[in-house]
C-alpha cells in the first residue's frame, strides 16, 4: 500500500493519487519546503512567474499573495492535481492573476511568454532528459531570469546525503544548459534535509 501510494506522486491520479494529494497539502515539511521555496524565489509584485509541477498548489498561495500586479502560470500533468490546485487558489484565478493548465513540460515549446521566475519542488528528479528540459526551461525565462528547483528526498531508505548528491547533478546540468550563477541552499528539514539550486538564464 505504502509502495503504491509513493508511486502516485510522479502523476496522482484516482482514490490513491487523491490521497498522495492530501499528503502533499498537509504534510508539515511539504509545507514547510514549499514555503522556503517562495522566500528564496522572492517574487515581486510585476514577476511573470511559472510554476512546474504545482499539486495541489501550496506555493501558488505563496506566490499570488506577493505578485499582485504580474503574473502567475502553473503547469501540472495530473488533471487531478490541477483540480486541487484550483480549489485552494480560487481568488486569484478569479481576478486573473493566477492561470493553471493540465500538461507537462512539453507546453514549454508553445507557451509563447517569457517569465522573470520559473520553479518547480519535487518535480525536476521525474524529468527524464533533465539537460533537455533545463534548455527549454531557459528558453522560456527571460534575459537574467532565474530559475529555481527545489528537492527533498522522501523514496523509502533517503539519506541526506541523496539531496546532496542530486544538487550536484542539478548543478552539472545547469551549467551545461547554459545558465550562470548557480548557488545552493539547504534547509534543515525533518526527516530528511531539502535544497533548493537557483540560477540565471
Ligand atoms: C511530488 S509532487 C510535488 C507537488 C508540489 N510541487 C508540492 O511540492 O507540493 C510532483 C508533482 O509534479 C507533477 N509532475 C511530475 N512530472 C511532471 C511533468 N513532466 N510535467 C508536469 N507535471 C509533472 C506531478 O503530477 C505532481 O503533481
Known sequence: MRNA???????????????????????????????WTVDLLDPKPAD???????????????????VTGGRV??????????RM?????RSAIGDGRLELRQGGIELLET?????????????????????GTLETIKRVLKPG?????????????????DALAFAGRLRGELTEAGFRDIRVDTLDLRPIPAICVQARA
Open 5 to 35: 501510494v509513493m508511486r502516485q506522486f510522479e502523476r496522482p491520479h484516482g482514490p490513491l493519487g487523491a490521497l498522495a494529494g492530501w499528503i502533499m497539502a498537509n504534510r508539515p515539511s511539504n509545507k514547510t519546503r514549499n514555503d
Open 48 to 66: 511573470h512567474v511559472l510554476e512546474l509541477g504545482c499539486g495541489p498548489g501550496l506555493a501558488l498561495r505563496k506566490v499570488c499573495a506577493r
Open 73 to 82: 502560470l502553473a503547469i501540472d500533468h495530473s488533471a487531478l492535481m490541477v
Open 85 to 89: 490546485a484550483r480549489a485552494r487558489n
Open 111 to 131: 507557451i509563447g511568454e517569457q517569465f522573470d521566475l520559473v520553479y518547480s519542488v519535487n518535480v525536476a528528479m521525474f524529468w527524464r532528459d533533465r539537460r
Open 145 to 161: 531570469g532565474r530559475i529555481a528547483s527545489t528537492y527533498q528526498p522522501r523514496h523509502p531508505g533517503a539519506k541526506p546525503a
